[in-house]
T-cell receptor
Framework: AQTVTQSQPEMSVQEAETVTLSCTYDTSESNYYLFWYKQPPSRQMILVIRQEAYKQQNATENRFSVNFQKAAKSFSLKISDSQLGDTAMYFCAFMKSSGTYKYIFGTGTRLKVLA | DAGVIQSPRHEVTEMGQEVTLRCKPISGHDYLFWYRQTMMRGLELLIYFNNNVPIDDSGMPEDRFSAKMPNASFSTLKIQPSEPRDSAVYFC????????????FGPGTRLTVT
């Protein structure tokens, strides 16, 4: 069975600074996807970034980038130039690349960006 | 595109009552997913459909829960009878068949059972 662990329940960062959220996972699969979702107070789940396990290059989306370490089963999210609108819960998620299209979510990290 | 639409946004009901949650997926999407989010269990998949057919309902907690998708643009999740432990946020999501890893979530329905 797959598991996703987020060891930081809460974090804070000053506006314009950089923060890194941690995520580790466990799987015996060789092909899979990893995701970071953002859930602001509005409750909407918003996809931030996706990484395919077969790709060695780390995914980036504007101010968001990941550090994917497949051997270590680590998938951290870096947010650069943090903005007040980044305040939200962030969930790391895993999905096998075949079979059931089922996300396995971590427990989330609550990020607060301070003015 | 309007995105995934869910109704109602909030539902408060008494224990024992029937509750129906509704979802309209993004037009053209073939997959539809129902998730539940609670403090204790986090986000968990309840059931998903492909072209209106249920594919995996292993996450449905018990027989009190049922889900249907009568057509490509509408799905319901029904709880009968409801219990206080069903209180949660219920999300619907949809995706294209060849991009099922990219699911678009609705705004969720917050259900409170008293």
């Amino acid at each position: 069975a797959q598991t996703v662990t987020q060891s930081q329940p809460e974090m804070s960062v000053q506006e314009a600074e950089t923060v890194t959220l941690s995520c580790t996972y466990d799987t015996s699969e060789s092909n899979y996807y990893l995701f970071w979702y953002k859930q602001p107070p509005s409750r909407q789940m918003i996809l931030v970034i996706r990484q395919e396990a077969y790709k060695q290059q780390n995914a980036t989306e504007n101010r968001f980038s990941v550090n994917f370490q497949k051997a270590a089963k680590s998938f951290s999210l870096k947010i650069s130039d943090s903005q007040l609108g980044d305040t939200a819960m962030y969930f790391c998620a895993f999905m096998k690349s075949s079979g059931t299209y089922k996300y396995i979510f971590g427990t989330g990290t609550r990020l607060k960006v301070l003015a | 595109d309007a995105g995934v639409i869910q109704s109602p946004r909030h539902e408060v009901t008494e224990m024992g009552q029937e509750v129906t949650l509704r979802c309209k997926p993004i037009s053209g999407h073939d997959y539809l997913f129902w998730y539940r989010q609670t403090m204790m269990r986090g986000l968990e998949l309840l059931i998903y459909f492909n072209n209106n057919v249920p594919i995996d309902d292993s996450g449905m907690p018990e027989d009190r829960f049922s889900a249907k998708m009568p057509n490509a643009s509408f799905s319901t999740l029904k709880i009968q009878p409801s219990e206080p432990r069903d209180s949660a946020v219920y999300f619907c999501a949809s995706s294209l068949v060849n991009r099922a890893y990219e699911q678009y979530f609705g705004p969720g329905t917050r259900l409170t059972v008293t």
